[in-house]
């Protein structure tokens, strides 16, 4: 067994409307299956679950806003859960401590507001036992200990149920609340260095014993990005959600038993539309660009490329082709952009705890503009590898997905550098700001007409620049030259391309 | 194919680009590909559209015409015939 | 007691020894001491054995007729009084160098040690330095039974006012000697047993570092291995074995067991995040739990796993050769703790990177 919960799908993520689920109760799922929608500040997003198994329950009915880490459903693998350290079993174990100190709240207090009794029958180990919630309150009544304790503990009052007389919160109440927030394992080292990364450690997947998280997994955390804090702030695992019930109105058709849905009511807003989807993603990108240029000391090469020989070979190539086949100059030079990378690995790879990571393999991460502002970068895995006209295909398969907010969470993440194109926009350089904690960043200009020295002669020639811009921390400038050197030979050759 | 015809296959293949794209606001010269927005993956996605819908070939070298409602809705009319 | 390490002389006496280039750990220690008795005429060497026999494990072979019974002395079976002898000798002006056959039998020299040789200098106000080397053999895997095969340089480790030192390669083992010797305080030199018949190329001009300062053996980014003594080359064979299954293993070899020198041992942990401390005496009590102490005191925030110890088993040592074998650290056992620590070489932040989903530890 299980648990799916909100991922975060992009840099400063806390939050997400589940938009809606692809799968029902009892479907059979394999890991990388899209199951849910999840709509972020930026996009909506197709989400993948990570285990093979069946559906066994929806915790959470579309168009409720919950923190990232939430549960969502529950897929049964027909595994019980074991102390090994599997992947799965990070949240195993959480669901398993929630429980028991759940079944403990539940027994001590009284049949909840709407007077459910509480199960007769021994309730399962993974079930999802409600705490129930006193209906919302004005002003909570609570003492100074009480609230210099909750103050302590980072927890919300709001969210507490108080036991006391009047529905006061009392000592035990708050205790008692910090009991149901799960204790993440984490290394000492781990956490320093979640720090420094600025990961949510709460969010982070662990490997090591009992699901401790790792040095490892918080660097896989950065690298793939979805985690990542604005720096500082304190971590979102002080002040979890408090599981609440939701009203009995809200249970959805998909689930076939209305199961009390751990979701936060005074964070179920109405998703972002419009302007307000505008201004969470803008806040989004100053918060990671403002990082980059924080941390990253920047340096910026840049050369001109003669691109006759390619465009000609283009048009060639594009003319004996149906239209759907057809090649944009993005192709080659992303692909030129890929291979360069693989033979200049300095360049293609992640910044993380004072010292260079290579990529493992080089994943372009592509920036596509969406209209109406913002951008997304989603990631060519493999770029290296693709021929052009499979490249040329999952460039257009993911700018339309981009802009029509259908892409995956796999295909956000995972960038080990990342190409800016301008190509468009009729500006002839661009120089870019790293994406953290990749180390550098490709930009194109638009292609144009330049004069230029042919074989001793002036000739004019189809031109674009290209530049660079890394990370001075992970390499030098010899090393960017030769990176811009190799993409101006490669693209000499686009049939070797 | 009359020209109200192929001017209809035009405008079908930019909605499907751009679902809200607003016809009164342009004009049979204006250059689209700056009005809408559209980059180059756009106009690509966009000659596929409307190759497929005209049941005709579109190659390179027909882009300069492909650049306004007008040039457009000619060039495809004169091509699916 | 005496029955015992006569019987025990035959075998050790019938070593071959190396050639011109090769040497022994024997004949390393031996060089030593011909050296520093050659450079001072107030250093002698006395023991039980160690003239006429050549000594226990024939470290003094062929001294007693190089210099002479004066400087070469045999004593009477009791610990007590010869090392008390030694205390006197090293407060008069001497610098001598004595014997002890096992570490166990050192017990009955612990009142001199411990309340004689440590205190002196602090009781006399500085007055009386007690310049004296107490070398001892220590450490099993040599059936020699409960009785001669214990690790107790720990408990010495324990003692304020006296140095402690476990040569581990040949080198040190000819070098230890001379700087010990310049000590102004005593200082114990334990010689693991199974070390003597190591042999290797002793490179006459390896800088020696000094004795304050632990060694890493092996570089490594993965994990640090933390050993001194007898356990070094066990610890070398599984860095070997752990490299082979793709962990880089980093060996620190103590040297020096009181001070023990932290800044070493807490810049490798500070590269590598986990450590694992290799120790043949038992686990509780032990320079083990003396290091691995330290390591959470001062390298807490490094840490990306909990410290791992590998000890003997809390028993007296075995006569049983497979039963001795079992109670003794091993590479394999080491390997095991190593790999524990290391964990999964990938993370479950990856996902589909691992290598195997359903099972995720490495083994």
Redesign the interface.
């Known amino acids: 067994m299980a648990e799916f919960t909100m991922p975060s799908l992009g840099a400063d993520m806390d939050e997400g409307l589940l938009q809606e689920w692809l799968v029902a109760v009892g479907d059979q799922v394999h ?2 299956d899209a199951i849910a929608v999840v709509e972020t500040d930026k996009a909506a997003i197709e989400v993948e679950c ?1 285990e093979d198994g069946t559906v066994g329950r929806l915790l959470v009915e579309p168009g409720t806003r919950v923190p990232v880490g939430t549960s969502l459903a529950v897929i049964e693998t027909g595994v019980a859960p074991a102390p ?4 799965a ?2 949240p195993v174990a959480v669901a398993e401590t929630e429980t028991e100190t759940g079944t403990k709240a539940e027994v001590s207090s009284a049949p909840d507001a709407d007077g459910r009794q509480p199960p007769a029958e021994p309730a399962p180990a993974h079930r999802p036992l409600p705490v129930g919630t006193a209906p919302p309150r004005e002003a909570v009544a609570v003492g100074p200990l009480v609230r210099h304790l909750a103050e302590q503990k980072h927890l919300d009052l709001a969210g507490i149920r108080g036991t006391g007389r009047g529905g006061r919160v009392t000592r035990r109440d708050v205790e008692r609340a910090t009991a149901t927030h799960p204790r993440v394992r984490v ?6 260095l979640a720090g420094e990364l600025h990961v949510d450690l709460a969010q ?6 009992l ?1 401790a998280v ?8 950065a690298r ?1 990005g979805p985690t990542v804090l604005p720096a500082p702030g304190p971590p979102t695992a002080a002040a979890p959600p408090s599981p609440t019930r939701a009203p009995a109105a809200a249970a959805h058709a998909a689930v076939p038993k209305p199961e009390p849905f751990r979701t936060r009511p005074a964070t179920a807003s109405p998703a972002p539309v419009g302007e307000d989807r505008t201004a969470a993603m803008r806040k989004a990108i100053a918060a990671l660009m403002a990082r980059s240029k924080r941390e990253i000391p920047h340096y910026y090469l840049s050369t001109t490329v003669d691109l006759d020989t390619a465009l000609t070979w283009l ?1 060639t190539h ?2 004996a082709c ?3 086949e ?1 090649l ?3 192709a080659p030079l992303l692909k030129a952009a890929a291979l360069a990378a693989r033979q200049v690995p300095e360049l293609n790879g992640f910044w993380t705890d004072g010292h260079f990571e290579p990529g ?1 393999g080089v994943h372009l991460g592509v920036a596509v ?1 969406l ?1 109406g502002g913002g951008l997304l970068t989603p990631v060519l895995h493999g770029a290296d590898t693709l021929g052009l006209p499979a490249l040329m295909a999952a ?2 398969d993911l ?2 997905r981009a802009r029509t907010g259908r892409l995956r969470g796999s295909e956000l993440t995972g960038a080990t550098l990342t190409v800016t194109s301008l ?2 926009q009729g500006v002839e350089t661009v120089f870019g700001v790293i994406h953290p904690p990749q180390v550098a960043l490709v930009g194109f200009g638009a292609v144009t007409d330049r004069p230029c020295a042919v074989n001793g002669l002036l000739g004019v020639r189809p031109m674009v620049t290209a530049t660079l811009a890394a990370d001075h921390r992970a390499s030098d400038g010899a090393v960017g030259a030769r990176y811009l050197t190799t993409l101006n030979r490669l693209l000499q050759h686009p049939e070797e391309l | 194919m009359t020209y109200e015809q192929a001017l209809d296959l035009v405008k079908t293949s930019l909605t499907r680009i751009v679902p809200d794209a607003d016809f009164t606001a342009l004009g049979p010269t204006d250059k689209f590909r700056d009005r809408l927005e559209l980059d180059s993956l756009d106009f690509l996605q966009f000659v596929e559209t409307l190759a497929e819908l005209g049941g005709c070939r579109l190659d390179e070298d027909d882009y300069p015409r492909l650049v306004t409602l007008d040039g457009s809705t000619r060039l495809v009319a004169e091509r699916a015939a | 007691m005496t029955a015992e390490g006569s019987a025990k002389h035959e075998t050790e006496h019938s070593t071959e020894y190396g050639t011109e280039h090769k040497t022994t750990y024997r004949e390393a220690l031996r060089e030593a001491l011909r050296d520093a008795l050659r450079a001072d005429d107030r250093v002698f060497l006395m023991g039980e054995d160690v003239g006429r026999y050549g000594g226990c494990f024939g470290v003094s072979l062929g001294l007693l007729e190089e210099f002479g019974p004066e400087r070469i002395r045999d004593t009477p079976l009791s610990e007590s009084a010869f090392v008390g002898a030694g205390i006197g000798a090293a407060l008069a002006g001497m610098r001598p160098i004595v014997e002890i056959m096992t570490v166990n039998f050192s017990l009955l020299a612990l009142d001199q040690i411990l309340n004689n040789a440590a205190t002196l200098l602090h009781m006399s106000g500085g007055q009386l330095p007690v310049p004296l080397v107490i070398r001892m053999t220590t450490g099993a895997g040599r059936q020699l039974a409960a009785q001669h095969s214990h690790s107790l340089e720990g408990w010495y480790a324990h003692i304020p006012g006296i140095r402690v030192l476990a040569p581990a390669t040949i080198e040190d083992a000819r070098h230890m000697l001379a700087a010990a010797l310049a000590d102004p305080d005593p200082v114990l030199i334990f010689e693991h047993g199974a070390l003597y018949n190591a042999s290797g190329e002793l490179h006459p001009d390896a800088r020696i570092p000094d004795l304050d300062r632990a060694v890493v053996r092996r570089a490594g980014t993965d994990i640090t291995l933390i050993t001194y003594g007898g356990s070094l080359p066990k610890t070398l064979a599984a860095a070997e074995e752990l490299a082979v299954a793709g962990v880089s293993a980093e060996v620190v070899d103590l040297r020096t067991l009181r001070p023990l020198d932290d800044t070493t041992v807490m810049e490798s942990v500070a590269r590598t995040h986990r450590a694992v401390v290799v120790d043949e005496a038992w686990r509780s009590g032990s320079l083990a739990a003396e290091v691995s102490a330290r390591i959470t005191e001062q390298a807490f925030y490094d840490l990306d796993a909990p410290v791992e110890r590998v000890c003997s088993a809390e028993v007296p040592i075995p006569y049983a050769r497979q039963l001795e074998e079992a109670a003794l650290p091993g590479t394999a056992g080491i390997v095991a703790a190593a790999r524990r620590v290391a964990g999964p070489t990938w993370s479950a932040a990856d996902g589909g990177r691992s290598p195997s989903d359903g099972d995720g530890r490495v083994s």
Request: no cysteine; charged share 25%.
């Open positions: 890991k990388g990570f090994a350290p599997a992947p079993s990070a290394t000492p080292y781990a956490r320093r982070v997947r662990g490997s090591g014993e699901g790792r040095a490892v997994d918080v660097r896989a955390a793939t048009h594009n003319n149906p239209v759907a057809r944009l100059p993005a493992d503009s209209r460039l257009k700018a339309v190509v468009e």
